[in-house]
């Protein structure tokens, strides 16, 4: 793993703070994605061991560094900005993170603050989320069967995530369902979680499992290619191609028969690196360029040392110029252990 600290230790290296974020393949960075804890009250079978360690507390930036860094992010161009975990709004006092980085929503410099979560916590916060600007979120949920959502979550309670869906909706906030596809696991159900999003105003989004970390599963057990899926619903439904550009990764399909749509996210059998817009940011200050590959820059000895932003800038800028092509995904037989050491919840989802 490289992490490099790049020009930023040099001052007279040091250039505009409010430069765009431009990679050596031409691309803007716009959409920053933050884990602001590795910690989960949910133990997913495709995202993580049952028994995790997890960083010690005095690793993670505090929330004002959280937000100093997200700040400068924005300042350099980012204009959608998600918060994810592990599960985000188990982190101590997040709101305050959430009310702070609300002002750049208030002053137009945010376009769209956002968040991922498994909707354990959605009925306490769904208020307080709507009152600071975030008006759509993202809600992971892999089957609508209680006992099965017992067994792929390990510790995670079907009718309190239900009750946040609702609480959310309620608030105004737009929900959309997130969905990894698994063999042999949720791949039948898959048509009426689909009916269901889309006759309570949701749309639905399926995601191949990505070899990150290891989780006590077999990937190759559990890999389904969204191809096969697309294959299996066209029998009944009536797909069309939307030539939708949301910031992030799922390709939407237009569904006639529920008047939704569906999003399918193929990191596997077709990647979605040539558009790929942005870059994600863990609580304890590291920056992976890319999800799939392990190069990263440490923006924390950057943060930590001046209260000059543009020590930041400059090492944000040293680790864009790193951003690579694409990732090595990979899951087959030949290729059991996972494609990166980190789990998905390190990253943010």
Known sequence: MNFSAGPWQDATALQSSDA?????FGRAV????????????????YCMAENMTFLPKKDLLTLEELDRLCSAFITKGVKKLRLTGGEPLVRKNIMFLVRS????????????????????????????LAGCGVRRINVSLDTLDSEKFRTITRWGEFDKVMEGIRAAQAAGIRVKLNAVALKGFNEDEIPEMMRYAHANDMDLTLIETMPMGETGEDRTDQYLPLSLVRQRLEEDFTLTDLPLSTGGPARYVAVKETGGKLGLITPMTHNFCE??????????????????QDDAAD???????????AFVSAAIDEAIGRKPKGHDFIIDRNHRRPAVARHMSVTGG
Do not use: K, W
């Not at 137009?108 to 959605?122: D, K």
């Open 299 to 309: 923006l924390r000895m950057a943060l930590r040392a001046s209260d000059d932003d």
């Open 20 to 24: 765009p974020m431009i990679d050596p």
């Open 30 to 45: 716009t959409y920053l994605r933050v884990s602001v804890t590795d910690r989960c009250d949910f133990r997913c079978t």
């Open 101 to 128: 980085l609300s002002r750049h929503l208030d002053s137009g410099a945010l376009e769209e603050l956002t968040l991922t979560t498994n909707g354990s916590q959605l009925a306490r916060f769904a208020a307080e």
């Open 275 to 292: 558009s790929c817009n942005r870059v994600r940011l863990t609580c304890t200050g590291t920056l992976y360029m890319c999800l799939g």
